[in-house]
């Protein structure tokens, strides 16, 4: 929980784990990365750097990491 009492999710450390999962999120239940991050307490900047670094960028119009 965090502060607020909302619930934060516990995201995949691992950068290709995170990477599935985050894309899965994206695919089946959010219609934006802002609405993930929002809804699910996660750091947007710190997730895109994460991504960044094994050379994957959000791509709105397809709302996945490629």
């Keep these: 929980m965090d502060d ?4 934060v999710m516990v995201m995949p450390e691992d950068p290709v784990m995170l990477l ?3 894309n899965m ?3 089946d239940f959010y219609e934006s990365l802002d609405a993930l991050c929002e809804e699910c307490g996660v750091d947007k900047d710190g997730l895109v ?3 960044k670094k094994i050379d994957y960028v959000y ?3 397809r709302n996945q990491f490629v």
Aim: aromatic share 12%; net charge negative; proline share 0%.
């Design 4 to 7: 607020y009492g909302g619930s």
């Design 20 to 22: 599935s999962f985050v």
């Design 25 to 27: 999120k994206l695919r």
């Design 49 to 51: 750097e994460k991504l």
């Design 59 to 61: 791509d709105e119009e």
